[in-house]
């Protein structure tokens, strides 16, 4: 069985400070994993994907997160927020070689940058 | 590069209408196929999924159906609406059969029930 916990469901930062959005899992395999941002009414947008390769992923739009199997963390942070960056954001982790089913989604955390 | 389409973007319907919701994959084949819900600051839901044309797995049971007529096409149905299927229906893709894969989302179509 796998889980994801994402352990804020808001965070509200300065514009400018870094951001830091939490997430924990919980997989009997070598999991991958990804996030993913939502803006108002629109689809989920791919921001960088974890699949056993280098521990320190890169994503788009200044988002990097690190995936440290002794803490099951995949932490999503960038060092400097902007406004166009408020959105809500999705951890997600995928059993290794599972079926088509095999993505559970956290809860989100809806991030709020303050001006 | 791919693309998908959902559509409509929003619709507003009474309890007890059918639903044909939409959805379409452009520059890949035989590409899996997913409908999720997401209701009002709630996480994502999967409904459905299929691996090619005709498979379908249901994830949930309820009082929706859904389609796959040709390879790059998703369709989800309801014959009679309920109140409790208002939401976000958001229809993605990915390559594969295996979950490592990523998924690419459409932008979703906000569904009222009156």
């Known amino acids: 069985a796998q889980s994801v916990t994402q352990l804020d469901s808001h965070v509200s930062v300065s514009e400018g400070t870094p951001v830091l959005l939490r997430c924990n899992y919980s997989?009997?395999?070598?999991?991958?994993l990804f996030w993913y941002v939502q803006h108002p009414n629109k689809g989920l947008q791919l921001l960088l994907k974890?699949?056993?390769?280098?521990?320190l992923v890169k994503g788009i739009n200044g988002f990097e997160a690190e995936f440290k199997k002794s803490e099951t963390s995949f932490h999503l942070t960038k060092p400097s927020a902007h406004m166009s960056d408020a959105a809500e954001y999705f951890c997600?982790?995928?059993?290794?070689?599972?079926?088509?089913?095999?993505?559970?989604f956290g809860k989100g955390t809806h991030l709020i940058i303050q001006p | 590069s791919q693309t998908i389409h959902q559509w409509p973007a929003t619709l507003v319907q009474p309890v007890g209408s059918p639903l044909s919701l939409e959805c379409t994959v452009e520059?890949?084949?035989?590409?899996?196929l997913y409908w999720y819900r997401q209701a009002a600051g709630r996480g994502l839901q999967l409904l459905f999924y299929?691996?090619?044309?005709?498979?379908i797995s249901s994830e949930v049971p309820q009082n929706l159906s859904a389609s796959r007529p040709q390879d790059r096409q998703f369709i989800l149905s309801s014959k009679k609406l309920l109140l409790s299927d208002s939401g976000f229906y958001l229809c993605?893709?990915?390559?594969?059969?295996?979950?490592?894969?990523?998924?690419?989302f459409g932008d979703g179509t906000r569904l009222s029930i009156l």
């Open positions: 520059g890949t084949s035989n590409p899996n």
């Open positions: 997600v982790v995928s059993l290794s070689g599972g079926g088509a089913d095999g993505l559970t």
């Open positions: 997989s009997s395999y070598s999991p991958s």
């Open positions: 974890y699949t056993s390769a280098a521990t």
């Open positions: 299929s691996v090619g044309i005709g498979q």
């Open positions: 993605a893709w990915s390559w594969g059969r295996n979950s490592n894969q990523p998924q690419h």
